[in-house]
């Protein structure tokens, strides 16, 4: 059979490149994730913040 000398070189870059193409998708699914979490903690201070606002209103109809 007869293999051509550039078979090994083209797959150790193709493999190179694969690695590289994991890690970068890797990477940007971390981020990813942690965009989410961020967004969702600060949803849960403005719901938080909104409650807060809503009784205070609720106190001042009441109280005045």
Do not use: N
Request: hydrophobic share 50%; charged share 25%; no cysteine.
């Amino acid at each position: 059979m007869f293999f051509s000398p550039f078979i090994i070189p083209l797959a150790v870059f193709a493999m190179v490149v694969l690695i590289v193409a994991i890690t970068y998708t890797a990477k940007i699914r971390d981020k990813e994730i942690e965009v989410q979490q961020k967004l969702h903690l600060e949803q849960m201070e403005h719901q938080r913040k909104m409650q807060e606002l809503e009784l205070r209103l609720q106190q001042l109809k009441q109280g005045g």
